[in-house]
């Protein structure tokens, strides 16, 4: 009986759009027992039947040579034969480089389905390929697919049952070779045709000098993108909503209950000349959803959309590799670059997708770097509002000596920490058209995971600090940490607050600073410190989970290190 598919093929096959399109959202992520190795999982209805589906990691070949390698040949071979079938996933595009994979597959006596995955590139690129002269040779049911536009996928389903396994001589590697290059002049013709605009772009995005200045042209239309997006958001949907529809309702409920009373404290806050103040009244009522949906959500939103479609054209596997030799001084390969970018919408997938790197060690050194060095979109959306209303020439600033922590951290992490980083092997795609149902799907999944994580953490927040306001408690915390505030990073001991609500929300954080009459240079200094000062609270959770409680404690300390020392230089260097 067929109660399980493993997916299994080379890095950026589309391995991961067949197994969307096979098993839709129900999908379970977890980690290989014993290993960070992440797994997915899904079911598909193929009549009464439930079949798991299995996402393997990517791999070359049965013989591993990395952990995510050993996790997925010890899941293939210690399952029960009669009860799996194989579904190998292959770049049509790349043909002979991939069936060294399906022909061990095959060897090794598993029931393969293959995947002829990507075929529209491969046609555009002059690549035909006889599929049943392909067939007749493996042995095996091979199936064109094109898994982005779901070409081929009902095929590949109704194929299942004929996958069974293929009596084949062992081979050496060098015959394995031999007999891909005999496949391969049989079933491959190859047209002449010239490039197109999108394969001179390819090519030149992979040049070390066109393709930097094509990386940075990528990020400077994409950071625009995101603020022109999320500002429009914010002047078109969030602000009339709050302005026109909301405060009205708050206005009744306040009379209703009362200035003076505590409910009306925890609910509406503190009203600033008889008015609701949306970001300084500290209502859970008033702030809380504003800062979370007003000034957050806005850029969040504009933030995955623009990473989506850098993912799903096929722009940021180019990114890691012209930013490994950069990387690689940092104790890290280019692929991390992909954690960064992620962190830069939250912290905490950007700590998760550091599984995907190979050694303790790099994990490491990455999710510290994250906790430290990279802003999440709630807290870049905070800085914006904060000092870009000065010059974005501050704003900019922050980026600056932000990306400069980063820097010299990583080569001091480097330095100190023992063992090596492996060389960087990704795959580069081909530049491709995105799909914009699963474009939005990806988004809808996305927020609908922020909002689920921030939303409780804000309430909570903003409660705790409605809390401490009413007893009057904040005046205590601020005479403990007012020589470190005060004498140090130069801030009012009332700034000690805002800095300790950055362990529960960065965003509300940030907000706190605004009644307080800081300066510009105070503004400045506040900032930084919260992006480089200990991550939020679900961060926190999440780092403890994936680096263990030693490393975990190590990364704390660094991060107290890192914040001293930055807060007291800006103090020293930056004038009055």
Known sequence: MLRKIFLIGNPNVGKSVVFSRLTGVRVISSNYAGTTVDIMKGFLKSGEEEIEVIDLPGTYSIEPSSKAEEVAVSLLKGSPRDEFIVINIVDSTNLERNLFLTLQLIEEGLPVVVSLNM????????????????EQLLGVPVVATCAITGFGIKMLIDRFKEAKPVARNKLTHRELWQEIGDVIEQVQQLTHRHHTLR???EDASVRPFSGMLMAIGVAFVSFQAVRFIGEWLIDNVSNPVFFKFYEPLLWKLSRYLGEES???????????????????????????????????????VSFYLILGLLEDIGILPRLAMLMDNILHRLGLHGFAIIPVLLGLGCNVPGILATRNLESRR???????????????????????????????????????????????????????LKGVSPELLVEIPPYRIPSFAILWHKLFLRIKGFLIEAIPVVMLGVLIVNILLYFRSFEQLSLIFAPVVKGIFGLPKESAIALIM????????????????????????????????????????????ELGWKDFLRSCAIMLMAMLAVGASLNFVLPH
């Open 362 to 416: 790099e994990r490491f050194i990455a999710a510290t770097l994250i906790s430290i060095g990279v802003p999440c979109a709630a807290l870049q959306a905070m800085i914006f509002g904060l000092l870009g209303k000065f010059s974005g020439f501050y704003v900019t600033g922050v980026y600056l000596v932000l990306f400069l922590v980063w820097l010299v951290l990583g080569v001091l992490l480097n330095r100190v």
């Open 502 to 545: 950055g362990f529960f929300r960065k965003d509300v954080a940030v907000g706190m600073l605004m009644p307080l009459g800081l300066s510009i240079k105070q503004l400045f200094i506040a900032c930084v410190l919260l992006a480089v000062s200990f991550p939020c609270v679900a961060t926190f959770v999440i780092m403890f989970r």
């Open 119 to 134: 075929c529209d590139d491969a046609e555009h690129r002059g690549v035909n390929i006889d599929i049943e002269k392909l």
């Open 199 to 201: 394969e001179l772009l």
């Open 262 to 300: 505590f409910i009306h404290h925890l609910l509406i806050g503190d009203l600033l000349d008889g008015k609701i103040d949306f970001q300084q009244s500290l209502g859970l009522l008033t702030t809380a959803p504003y800062i979370e949906f007003a000034m957050v959500l806005p850029y969040i």
